[in-house]
């Protein structure tokens, strides 16, 4: 498993340079102006971007032929999906504690004058964004070992719609539940640990979803 996580790993250091350097150019922006637009804004950025990257790793892997290749080394097909989805939710996380970084050195420039209930509303935003990325995997990991990489393109709108789609939907749901009561932050942190248990149930189930569809992928 450590050899598949490492392939993984070096199959986006290229890209991650370029995406690293976005994201650090947009967040010392964010510092630096502390513009409340772009406070609603950025967190969501970094952990769809580097879990893009972690799907993008599939293309290449379909390009070079490596996929076929690492079938005939001793490894399971199951501990190569798991393996992937490892790198997804390690990048994702990545993510979030890059979107955490940059909005506390905005917060410690400029004050908190963005979030009316304080930290929840940040812990939101930094959620907000690992959430996505883990249920764009979900959805795009499946489809990847159905249709093949070639097909990332698309593959990418359809999860990125889809994730965006069930984020709505919980939300929307919490809502509906809640009614017009007054959040305390218990009930709050109940309702986000509730969304967070979902999705990391509907990540986890995709994992296994996608290892059944590669044992049976034929080359």
């Given at each position: 498993?450590?050899?598949?996580l490492?392939?993984?790993?070096?199959?986006?250091?290229?890209?991650?340079?370029?995406?690293?350097?976005?994201?650090?150019i947009?967040?010392?922006?964010?510092?630096l102006?502390?513009?409340?637009?772009?406070?609603?804004?950025f967190?969501?950025m970094p952990?769809?971007?580097?879990?893009v990257?972690?799907?993008?790793?599939?293309?290449?892997e379909?390009?070079?032929?490596?996929?076929?290749?690492?079938?005939?080394?001793?490894?399971?097909r199951?501990?190569?999906?798991?393996?992937?989805?490892?790198?997804?939710?390690?990048?994702?996380a990545?993510?979030?504690?890059?979107?955490?970084i940059?909005?506390?050195?905005t917060?410690?420039?400029?004050?908190?004058?963005?979030?009316?209930?304080?930290?929840?509303?940040?812990?939101?935003?930094?959620m907000?964004?690992?959430?996505?990325?883990?249920?764009?995997?979900?959805?795009?990991?499946?489809?990847c070992?159905?249709?093949?990489?070639?097909?990332?393109?698309?593959i990418?709108?359809i999860?990125?719609?889809?994730?965006?789609?069930?984020?709505?939907?919980?939300?929307?749901l919490?809502?509906?539940?809640?009614?017009?009561?007054?959040?305390?932050?218990?009930?709050?942190?109940?309702?986000?640990?509730?969304?967070?248990?979902?999705?990391?149930?509907?990540?986890?189930?995709?994992?296994?979803?996608?290892?059944?569809?590669?044992?049976r992928?034929?080359?």
């Open positions: 498993m450590k050899g598949l490492k392939n993984n790993f070096y199959g986006i250091t290229d890209s991650l340079k370029v995406v690293a350097l976005l994201l650090i947009l967040g010392a922006v964010l510092a102006l502390g513009d409340a637009s772009m406070v609603g804004i967190p969501f952990a769809p971007l580097l879990a990257l972690s799907l993008s790793c599939l293309r290449r379909s390009a070079s032929r490596w996929c076929r290749y690492k079938l005939t080394l001793p490894v399971r199951s501990d190569i999906v798991k393996s992937q989805y490892i790198s997804h939710a390690l990048c994702s990545s993510g979030a504690v890059a979107a955490a940059f909005l506390a050195v917060v410690a420039i400029h004050g908190n004058i963005y979030f009316y209930y304080g930290f929840r509303d940040a812990l939101t935003l930094i907000g964004g690992l959430i996505l990325s883990l249920l764009m995997g979900a959805a795009a990991y499946p489809l070992y159905i249709w093949g990489a070639e097909r990332m393109e698309i990418l709108i999860a990125l719609t889809a994730a965006i789609a069930v984020v709505f939907g919980l939300s929307l919490l809502n509906v539940m809640l009614g017009d009561a007054i959040v305390s932050d218990i009930l709050y942190y109940i309702s986000l640990l509730a969304i967070t248990v979902v999705t990391a149930a509907v990540y986890i189930g995709s994992c296994f979803a996608a290892a059944a569809i590669y044992e992928k034929e080359y």
